[in-house]
């Protein structure tokens, strides 16, 4: 067997398994297996069950942009992004689970998507083919085909459809065929309208498709149009690049996806400077999500500031793009933190309604219209009704989540890029033979993972492990037999042998508790493994509106939240214990099910509440003074924790320490 350790698997020319780029694109070190070759199981399996009882399985019942009459079936209505939202994950989603009824509705959808193509390319809604401003320009708005494409190359990947490779050169050939004054233009004044300019916005989000065609056929205009489409992506809106946040979360990546074409590494930094910039201002709240409740604001940068459900899944994406691309692994910990830390609590934990905004601090989730958030109007209150974009885009997480637990190398290997009970069945080696590997873990909760190989013959190939950046102790062992290698955080374990089936190979994380401090305010997190936890609120669940079928939800606390943490000694951490509670419940995400638990000591700080607008006030700058007695707390995982509060005070009885009465108002010097 031969053991190293890698930074990232060798970006090999294009791959007959597994298409990747092929010149003059840079040779990408992954590519992404088709739909279905991973599987769900354990806590992620039941996720998928969850979506096709609850909202996005029965979609079609409670939104009316999905009603039949909507442009993409065929009708006379816009077929704008949100039937396009929920079909990308939908269709994973029927795919994935094999439900009939689902299955039934993904076929009659993506029948209707292929069979709306005119003779000149076009397809979808004619709504938008040719949409008039108010002021005379005419705009074809190309948006809403970047999203649906996604489900269309996943229809391809699933079933070889022969239709969708014509289909998509001859839309591509109309794109190309488009005057300038009609290809994703930057508006006009009087236009009257805003949604045909989204696409300006994003247009980049069009090079994944062209570059997926372009590596099948090999023809070279379609470079041609995803140079065109990227020189047509508007500047940047300030020194944030985008001050909307889902505009941010795509928009970061779209630098980095071309350098596969530019082929200058210049184009990756610049994706990493517009997140590390955005992020070192704004996201001053635990694993990768910023204030911005719709839009980043001046000041608004306390962990009370919510972050859109749409943004964690466009966030997701981009990672899986920028991770196949780069092969990097530092984008598989960006996803897991989203995913694992602030997706789950995004939705109830019957998966059959959604809010539009979550935040690390967020310690009420009523249905008032007040709150210190760039919009107004409900934000925070579960709905299966009025989250118009994030009620349809939802429906991406899990499915893809699943999808790129396991990426395929291009050396014939295979790669373990996430970690998550699954089954992989994939080509590898030199010859591609089939093989099948069972992930048994409960990850993110634990760190220990039992790969288990079958094959039918035995087969050389390498299998590469990701150490995740939080981890200090990579520990593993094959059929029992402790493997001599100690990987650094950051990079991965490769393991190349002649695998035979029974073959076992043990993973074992070490997950320590540690706490971030966040240099703002002095306030900690407390992190273990790939979670950040946050006080154990106690819900008081009630009613709002709704059916009684699908009704919406305010959740309000039942105790107290208001606490600082009382941390001493050179270790701080060493002062909380992890209380495993046992085996992990089907739907783990919960107040109820959290499987692991920290105990803390902490004290409460009564000037800290919630303010007329409903929403929290900003944390106290430490350290913190409060009289109140010590108290033993529960900590539990982000994702379980509805009821939230993650950026907690230290307290302290020294000189620097402060009582906390409350929000002041600022101060404000005049000059005469």
């Known amino acids: ?402 999808q790129n637990l396991w990426q395929a190398a291009a050396d014939g290997g295979l790669v373990a890029w996430m970690y998550a009970a699954s089954r992989v069945a994939a080509q590898v080696g030199a010859s591609g033979e089939t093989v099948v590997i069972e992930s048994r873990t409960d990850y993110p909760f634990r760190g220990g993972v039992e790969l288990a190989i079958e094959a039918a013959r035995p087969v050389t190939f390498p299998l590469y492990l990701r150490v995740p950046r939080w981890c200090r102790g990579f520990h593993v062992r094959l059929n029992g037999e402790r493997v001599a290698a100690e990987p650094a955080p950051g990079t991965y374990l490769r393991l190349e042998r002649e695998w035979r089936a029974g073959d076992r190979v043990a993973l074992e994380m070490d997950m320590a508790v540690s706490l971030t401090r966040w240099p703002r305010n002095g306030s900690v997190t407390v992190d273990r493994g790939p979670l950040s936890y946050s006080v154990r609120i106690g819900e008081r669940w009630q009613r709002c509106g709704g059916t009684d079928e699908w009704p919406e939800w305010e959740v309000y606390p039942a105790t107290p939240w208001n606490y600082g943490l009382c941390l001493e000694g050179a270790d701080p951490a060493a002062g909380l214990a992890v209380v495993d509670r046992g085996e992990v419940a089907a739907q783990p995400w919960t107040l109820e099910d959290a499987p692991i638990e920290i105990r803390a000591t902490a004290k409460r700080l009564p000037g800290w509440r919630i303010l007329e607008n409903q929403t929290v006030d900003e944390v106290p700058v430490g350290p913190a003074r409060s009289d109140e007695p010590e108290e033993e707390i529960t900590l539990i995982p982000l994702g379980c924790a509805r009821l939230r509060m993650s950026c907690l005070p230290v307290i302290a009885d020294g000189l620097e320490a402060q009582p906390w009465e409350g929000s002041r108002p600022r101060n404000h010097f005049a000059y005469d």
């Open 1 to 402: 067997m031969y053991v190293s350790v890698v930074r990232r698997p060798e970006p090999l020319p294009a791959d007959a398994r597994y298409t990747t780029n092929r010149p003059p694109l840079l040779p990408s070190p992954l590519a992404k297996l088709p739909l279905g070759a991973v599987q769900p199981l354990g806590w992620l399996a039941r996720q998928l069950e969850l979506m096709a009882e609850g909202m996005t399985g029965h979609l079609e019942e409670l939104s009316p942009f999905l009603a039949p009459e909507n442009g993409w079936l065929g009708g006379d209505r816009e077929g704008w992004e949100e039937q396009a939202y929920w079909f990308r994950g939908f269709y994973d989603l029927a795919a994935l689970t094999g439900d009939a009824r689902l299955s039934a509705i993904a076929d009659r959808w993506i029948e209707a998507v292929l069979g709306s193509q005119d003779a000149d390319g076009y397809f979808g809604a004619r709504y938008h083919k040719a949409v008039a401003g108010q002021n005379g320009q005419v705009v074809c708005d190309l948006w809403p085909h970047m999203i649906m494409l996604d489900a269309v190359i996943h229809h391809h990947e699933r079933t070889g459809d022969p239709r969708v490779i014509p289909f998509l050169s001859r839309f591509f050939a109309f794109c190309r065929d488009l005057p300038d004054e009609r290809f994703v233009p930057e508006p006009r004044p009087g236009f009257g309208g805003w949604k045909p300019f989204v696409q300006w916005a994003r247009a980049g989000d069009m090079l994944p498709h062209l570059y997926w065609l372009y590596n099948r056929t090999g023809e070279g205009w379609l470079l041609d149009l995803a140079r065109r489409f990227y020189q047509r992506i508007a500047p940047p809106v300030s020194e944030w690049l985008s001050d909307h946040i889902v505009d941010f979360t795509q928009r970061f990546q779209y630098a980095g996806t071309y350098m596969a074409q530019a082929g200058d590494p210049w184009y990756l930094a610049r994706s990493e400077y517009w997140y590390a910039q955005h992020l070192g201002t704004w996201g001053q709240q635990p694993r990768g999500i910023f204030g911005a409740d719709e839009r980043i604001r001046s000041g608004k940068v306390d962990p009370r500031q919510g972050f859109e459900t749409c943004g964690m899944v466009e966030f997701a994406k981009s990672f899986y793009l920028l991770g196949r691309l780069t092969g990097d692994p530092l984008y598989a910990d960006r996803c897991e933190d989203v995913m694992l830390n602030h997706f789950p609590s995004a939705s109830t934990p019957d998966l059959k309604a959604l809010h539009y905004l979550t935040a690390a601090n967020q310690p009420q989730l009523d249905a008032g219209e007040q709150h210190d958030f760039y919009n107004r109007g409900r934000q925070v209150s579960y709905s299966p009704h009025i989250y118009r974009c994030c009620q349809h885009n939802v429906a991406m997480g899990w499915p893809w989540y699943v």
